[in-house]
């Protein structure tokens, strides 16, 4: 079998890489929408506060409670509501960088 540009292995080597390449896209397809069906809540303020994402981290859902809301002081409901937000993009990230294949993780 001839050698192609200096790499050993010729076409066959080449069209197994192809395959490995379509493989992998397959597979970040199928992770990719996985991630979408996922639901993921961030916490905060023992449960006042629950942000709901998808595996991508974009919110799906908002809850408050009403004992979490006060008039006189809402930076606190908002640094509930961001602290939520947070948490649970954390637990996206981590769904993310298992499904992703190898090396590929941690790009979200």
Known sequence: MAKF????????NIQNMLKEAQK?????KLAQA???????????????VT???N??????GVKIKPEAVDLEDLEMLE????SAYNKA????????????????????
């Open 5 to 12: 540009g200096g790499f050993g292995g010729g076409m066959g």
């Open 24 to 28: 992998m896209q397959e597979d970040m």
């Open 34 to 48: 996985e991630l979408d069906e996922m639901s993921l809540n961030g916490v905060s303020g023992g449960g006042l």
């Open 51 to 53: 942000v709901t994402v």
């Open 55 to 60: 595996g991508k981290s974009r919110v799906t």
């Open 79 to 82: 640094d509930l509501i961001l």
């Open 89 to 108: 993009c954390e637990l996206a990230q981590a769904e993310y960088d298992k499904l992703m294949p190898a090396g590929l993780n941690g790009l979200m």
